[in-house]
């Protein structure tokens, strides 16, 4: 009788120690930027001889994971993730030159692919969790596509980008709402705190130029938790 009241135990405290962990699937839609890639001062007007105007926009992608929340106590979970998310941003120069007599529109998409996993401390409302934690990013690749218009003459060049930072440290705020007992939707934005690119130095290891900007992601989807 002793060992199958320790028997049944055993297994109530396993039981209970399984329902604190919730497994989910996710995936979703991201608009991703590098800020500081363009500059509000970046643009020059020489009159007659040029004028050259960037700009940058955000570039969609997708994201998809899996996570693992466990319960610390009833309103307050601690989720870990692992999400292959695809990131970057858009960039334009348009010029023109009445001198010269042309104009022309550069197009360079920067396409950045991670592997990020965040950690958060997640609160329960209801059916509405309200999520921030830190996210460690791994960067798979970086390539640029770019497109050059003159006239009606169109060039297109793809390119690996090789000087950047493989690893990527953000700061994760969202909230998610469950629309039913398995089935809710999730929105997040992801602040990057770590350079893209490193700083350009010379020889005697004095910065030349500054990196270029840091990464922000917001992202929108759905997520199924068994």
Same mark, same amino acid.
């Given at each position: 009788? !002793? !060992?199958?009241? +320790?028997?049944?135990?055993?297994?109530?405290?396993?039981?209970?120690?399984? /329902?604190?962990?919730?497994?989910?699937? !996710?995936?979703?839609?991201?608009?991703?930027?590098?800020?500081?890639? #363009?500059?509000? %001062?970046?643009?020059? %007007?020489?009159? %007659?001889?040029?004028?050259?105007?960037?700009?940058?926009?955000?570039?969609?992608?997708?994201?998809?994971?899996?996570?693992?929340?466990?319960?610390?106590?009833?309103?307050?979970?601690?989720?870990?993730?692992?999400?292959?998310?695809?990131?970057?941003?858009?960039?334009?120069?348009?010029?023109?030159?009445?001198?010269?007599?042309?104009?022309?529109?550069?197009?360079?998409?920067?396409?950045?692919?991670?592997?990020?996993?965040?950690?958060?401390?997640?609160?329960?409302?209801?059916?509405? *969790?309200?999520?921030?934690?830190?996210?460690?990013?791994?960067?798979? &690749?970086?390539?640029?596509?770019?497109?050059?218009?003159?006239?009606?003459?169109?060039?297109?060049?793809?390119? $690996? +980008?090789?000087?950047?930072?493989?690893? %990527?440290?953000?700061? #994760?705020?969202?909230?998610?709402?469950?629309?039913?007992?398995?089935? &809710? $939707?999730?929105? *997040?934005?992801?602040?990057?705190?770590?350079?893209?690119?490193? /700083? +350009? !130095?010379?020889?005697?290891?004095? +910065?030349?130029?500054?990196?270029?900007?840091?990464?922000?992601?917001?992202?929108?989807?759905?997520?199924?938790?068994?």
């Amino acid at each position: 009788m !002793k !060992k199958l009241i +320790v028997t049944l135990a055993a297994m109530v405290l396993a039981t209970s120690a399984f /329902a604190q962990l919730n497994f989910g699937v !996710k995936v979703g839609g991201n608009l991703a930027n590098i800020s500081g890639m #363009v500059s509000e %001062d970046s643009g020059l %007007d020489w009159g %007659d001889i040029a004028t050259v105007e960037p700009s940058q926009s955000m570039k969609l992608g997708l994201n998809a994971g899996v996570y693992a929340e466990y319960m610390v106590m009833p309103m307050l979970g601690v989720q870990v993730e692992a999400n292959f998310s695809m990131q970057g941003v858009n960039t334009k120069v348009e010029s023109s030159s009445s001198l010269l007599g042309g104009s022309s529109t550069t197009s360079q998409a920067w396409a950045a692919n991670y592997v990020n996993i965040p950690i958060l401390a997640k609160l329960h409302f209801g059916p509405i *969790r309200a999520f921030v934690g830190p996210q460690l990013g791994f960067a798979t &690749g970086i390539n640029t596509t770019t497109k050059t218009v003159t006239g009606d003459n169109t060039n297109t060049q793809e390119d $690996v +980008v090789e000087d950047y930072n493989s690893f %990527d440290f953000s700061l #994760v705020l969202g909230a998610q709402y469950k629309l039913t007992a398995n089935i &809710g $939707v999730d929105a *997040r934005y992801n602040i990057g705190m770590t350079n893209v690119f490193p /700083a +350009v !130095k010379n020889n005697n290891d004095e +910065v030349i130029t500054e990196a270029w900007g840091k990464q922000g992601v917001l992202q929108v989807g759905v997520f199924y938790e068994f």
